[in-house]
């Protein structure tokens, strides 16, 4: 780094916000690794994955890939003080736009992941009094999503007012700022979260046929772990599943004071991240066997993952319990918007930063533009009747590729083409932390990491090619799905222009 670079990157740690301790930071990162997939997802991968068996390349991933990648995220934030376009502008100045492609993808991702949280905040209210009814799919699809099977830009008004709520209330927390919004939030909502879940473990494991699910959930098929499939599995859901790889991380640590003991938090994050996935599988799987043995069927039957685990599994669970189920389906409903709240935070505090780092924006203007024009898309895409179709296609095409690219150039980036740049991050983590880095990390991200991020990356886009995405119509996949990807490209390229003149 140039010694003009050095002065920018100085002159914004004195200006930026800070964390008031490490244990911020540790409780806000904890809050954007733990949303939504740990409590949907995890559970489904694990069982379709070899289930008790799934832990074991489970973990390593999470040593091999996810904890380097988070490691690698964490040592450029807090070295070069910047959301991703200003901290990998300062790193290798063409990497800005590597960054601003980051910042592309995490709006994308807040866009539909407002409306999920609105749904889930919405079934708490329904989970009193179990209003879904007997056919809990009917219900989501035609009464309360009044879904379109093709594209349909018709208004659901109770979507929009949702909506509305969801974003005004995430925006009520941004404006608080670092402090006093997003860390104070996480302070609130991260225990809150857990015994709210704890509670519902603990209510799950004690329903006749309990054992069953967990049994399904735990019992180790070691054949598959010899499928490579499985592997895959287990890679890519470290990847989402900690927040790495699109910006979260590099924007949370820039807010770090300078002696920040990284690889120690760091390690603190994985290991409650994937505690708490455990626990969610063991809460799931308990509900689950509850439900296969009340119905006569094997639990296979009744298990799914993210739409159909929330919003059609479990209520036909909450309504099999009776008039207890009301509590279950309000701790359930409940969490999922806790952990929603949290990660929808870290994901828009990414282009919040960016802006305020490129183009000196105030953070009340900053939160009023960005997360103003994001809501604006949200609501008119996700409160119509396509509204799930749209969320499934840019969530799918977002997190394949758009994750995934944008990880995999970041490593390239510090581990192929600018070798000595990952030695001065290497010594930079070092300096000021406990675990110390070496040659194993710079294995992994050289080797190991890439290796899988381009071979997932390398299959999603085969298959894509080849069969298209689910049964969507062609228009609907091109236009949001690669046109997602379209437009990370091309807000890369255009965004990149507003570079700081200091940063430049």
């Known amino acids: 780094m140039t010694a003009q670079q050095e002065n920018s990157a100085n002159h914004h740690s004195g200006s930026r916000e800070n964390w008031s301790a490490r244990s911020g930071f540790i409780m806000a990162a904890i809050g954007s690794a733990v949303g939504l997939g740990n409590i949907w997802r995890f559970p489904y991968v694990a069982f379709e994955n070899g289930g008790g068996a799934f832990l074991v390349p489970y973990l390593i991933a999470l040593f091999t890939a996810g904890l380097p990648l988070l490691f690698l995220d964490y040592a450029i934030g807090h070295k070069y003080h910047g959301a991703p376009p200003a901290a990998y502008g300062r790193l290798y100045k063409p990497a800005s736009s590597l960054g601003w492609w980051q910042v592309m993808v ?7 992941y407002a409306a999920v949280l609105a749904w889930a905040a919405r079934y708490m209210l329904f989970s009193v009094g179990q209003e879904w009814g007997e056919d809990t799919e009917q219900f989501l699809f035609s009464t309360y999503l009044d879904a379109s099977k093709g594209l349909d830009f018709g208004i659901v008004p109770h979507l929009f007012y949702g909506l509305l709520i969801v974003w005004a209330f995430v925006m009520l927390i941004l404006y608080g700022g670092v402090k006093k919004g997003v860390e104070l939030s996480n302070r609130i909502f991260m225990p809150l979260l857990f015994l709210l879940f704890g509670v519902l473990v603990i209510k799950a494991i004690r329903l006749p046929g309990a054992e069953v699910g967990l049994n399904a959930f735990f019992t180790p098929d070691w054949n598959a ?7 895959l599995a287990a890679y890519g859901h470290i990847f989402f599943s900690l927040s790495v790889g699109f910006g979260i991380m590099v924007t949370y640590a820039s807010y770090l004071k300078p002696r920040t003991n990284l690889t120690g938090s760091g390690m603190v994050v994985g290991f409650a991240n994937s505690s708490f996935e455990v626990l969610a599988g063991i809460g799931v799987f308990a509900a689950l066997g509850f439900m296969a043995q009340a119905s006569g069927v094997e639990v296979k039957e009744v298990v799914s993952s993210g739409v159909g685990l929330a919003f059609v599994v479990f209520p036909k669970i909450i309504s099999s319990m009776g008039s207890g189920g009301d509590v279950f389906g309000v701790l359930f409903f409940a969490s999922l918007v806790v952990a929603g709240i949290t990660s929808m935070v870290s994901i828009l ?7 305020q780092d490129t183009l000196g924006w105030s953070r009340t203007k900053a939160v009023t533009l960005v997360c103003g024009g994001a809501a604006v898309i949200s609501v008119l895409l996700f409160s119509t009747r396509s509204s799930i179709a749209l969320v499934d296609l840019v969530d799918h ?62 299959l999603v886009v085969v298959k894509l090619a080849r069969e298209g995405y689910g049964d969507y119509p062609m228009v609907m996949q091109w236009g949001f799905g690669w046109g997602t990807v379209a437009l990370f490209f091309l807000g890369a390229v255009l965004l990149n222009r507003l570079r700081k003149e200091t940063d430049q």
């Not at 995490?106 to 539909?112: G, K, R």
């Not at 772990?225 to 592997?231: A, F, L, R």
Request: net charge positive; proline share 5%; charged share 10%.
């Open 106 to 112: 995490s709006l994308a991702i807040s866009v539909y």
């Open 225 to 231: 772990m010899w499928n490579p499939k499985v592997w």
């Open 349 to 355: 505090e990414v282009p919040i930063c960016a802006f």
């Open 397 to 458: 095409f977002a997190n394949n590729i758009g994750i995934v690219l944008g990880a995999l150039a970041s490593i390239v980036l510090v581990s192929w083409f600018k070798r000595p740049l990952l030695k001065n991050l290497e010594a930079h983590v070092n300096e000021v932390s406990t675990i110390r880095l070496g040659r194993g990390w710079e294995w992994m991200l050289t080797f190991v990491t890439p290796a899988v991020l381009l071979v997932s990356l390398v």
